[in-house]
């Protein structure tokens, strides 16, 4: 198969998209398409201060390293949960997020769970009742309060993550299953701060299946951690990719076609009445200023309240 743009042996082909690209053009490619996503739904500009939240793996340090080319001011975010798993998961995602900052002199922030709250994430899941059976639920609430704690802490104007088509895909179809009508209106490219406290968050690989962020890495020489996390497994998102996948090898353009004409519905007003139920229910937490839904405490500063206090009854 030949490039389509100069002929030379192709690298990497596009069944959906009906495009086969040489390794020079491809990491054009993906580049260009991720500022014209950027540029569709609002992301930012380059006047804006931008925080990465990396894991160490394909999708994040390929968006850090794309909006770094791109010019785009843009620090990035790990947060070590303290994970082993037997192959010193959190470990070795960091070291990855450092290898790349140091290669490129980029500025990485570096927030680690047990030093900052005393205990890892399986811990901290132990000590709720959300940790009951996998510390997914948990690592997610940290993720997400600690990722918002630094963009405002530090000044930055948005936040964005390496989720990508699959994970998107994936994401609307469990929503959609459920019928969740707070979730369907929120999930989208970019999701505005909507009020003090919170943070701007976006999402420039959506439209990008996994295996063409995993292409850009591998084409780009990008060192990155190929483990999943070890709670991964058997959970409800792994159980939807994989239902996606089956769909995909039948139909190839299945999943963009679903998360697009998704977009496009909501797009042309079809959650329209349904107000953000979030939105609405917001105010400030008394301990950490976040906004949240819950009464009084956040769900994460409860969560760390409970937590401590179980470690000083083991303490007695
Ligand atoms: P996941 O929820 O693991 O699928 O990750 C989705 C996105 O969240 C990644 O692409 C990253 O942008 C971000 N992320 C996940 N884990 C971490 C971490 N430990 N530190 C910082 N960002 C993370
Ligand atoms: Fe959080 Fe796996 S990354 S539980
Ligand atoms: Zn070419
Ligand atoms: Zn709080």
Request: aromatic residues 8%.
């Amino acid at each position: 198969m030949k490039c389509r743009k100069c002929g030379e042996k192709a690298a990497f082909n596009m069944p959906h998209h009906k495009l086969a690209l040489c390794r020079e053009h491809y990491l054009e490619w993906l580049p260009e398409q991720t500022e014209r996503t950027i540029h569709k739904y609002q992301m930012f500009t380059r006047r804006e201060r931008i925080l990465a939240a990396v894991s160490g793996g394909k999708d994040s340090l390929s968006l850090w390293d794309i909006l770094w080319r791109l010019g785009y001011s843009v620090d990035g975010l790990y947060i070590g949960l303290g994970i082993d798993g037997g192959i010193q998961y959190s470990d070795e995602s960091r070291r990855m997020c450092e290898i790349f900052a140091g290669e490129r002199g980029l500025k990485l922030h570096v927030v680690d769970i047990p030093q900052t709250y005393g205990r890892n994430i399986a811990q901290l899941a132990d000590a709720t009742l959300r940790g009951a059976k996998k510390p997914c639920a948990v690592c997610g609430l940290t993720k997400r309060h600690v990722m918002n704690r630094i963009a405002r802490e530090a000044g930055y104007d948005v936040l964005v993550t390496g989720h990508n088509l699959d994970d998107e895909a994936a994401t609307l179809l469990s929503n959609t299953m459920n019928w969740i009508p707070g979730y369907l209106v929120r999930q989208g490219p970019v999701l505005e701060a909507g009020r003090p406290g919170l943070v701007r968050k976006a999402k420039p690989l959506c439209r990008f299946y996994e295996r063409e962020t995993a292409a850009y890495a591998l084409l780009r020489g990008i060192e990155y951690i190929y483990d999943e996390c070890p709670y991964a497994e058997g959970t409800k998102s792994i159980y939807f990719k994989e239902i996606l996948n089956k769909m995909e090898a039948d139909k190839p353009g299945t999943k963009l076609n679903f998360y697009i004409s998704y977009l496009t519905a909501k797009n042309n007003g079809l959650f329209s009445s349904q107000a953000d139920p979030e939105l609405e229910m917001l105010h400030n937490c008394p301990t950490c200023g976040q906004a949240t839904t819950a009464p009084g405490e956040c769900t994460f500063c409860r969560l760390i309240s409970k937590s401590s206090s179980n470690l000083e009854n083991e303490r007695c």
